[in-house]
Nanobody
Framework: QVHLVESGGGLVQAGGSLRLSCAAS????????VGWFCQTPGKEREFVAA???????YYADSVKGRFTISRDNAKNTVYLQMNNLKPEDTAVYYC????????????????WGQGTQVTVSS
């Protein structure tokens, strides 16, 4: 059974950077799309970015040009580099995996991690 663990969240000032990590144990990421989603209180989880098993990447319009998703199959880890952070990026960030090569809908993903909090101060 796969277990995903997010890390790297924290408090940062607007304009700063963070790198989130999503590490998998129990199964390989190699043949899965891995996605990042974010959620704020009272709202549904929203798509942020995903990387397919062919390394094709997908981004929400709100993060294009600021966030970069990448994967290290040898470490079974997917990263989300977040630059030029804005207060509206404040949320809990979750990673999950999908057996589809192209996926960005929450319903296509499973094996959700516990989330990591990102707080951006103005």
């Amino acid at each position: 059974q796969v277990h995903l663990v997010e890390s790297g969240g924290g408090l940062v000032q607007a304009g700063g950077s963070l790198r989130l990590s999503c590490a998998a144990s129990g199964s390989s990421f190699r043949t899965y799309t891995v996605g990042w989603f974010c959620q704020t209180p009272g709202k549904e989880r929203e798509f942020v970015a995903a990387i397919g098993w062919s390394d094709r990447t997908y981004y929400a319009d709100s993060v294009k040009g600021r966030f970069t998703i990448s994967r290290d199959n040898a470490k079974n880890t997917v990263y989300l580099q977040m630059n030029n952070l804005k207060p509206e990026d404040t949320a809990v960030y979750y990673c999950a995996r999908s057996p589809k090569n192209s996926a960005w809908s929450e319903t296509d993903f499973g094996s959700w991690g516990q989330g990591t909090q990102v707080t951006v101060s103005s």
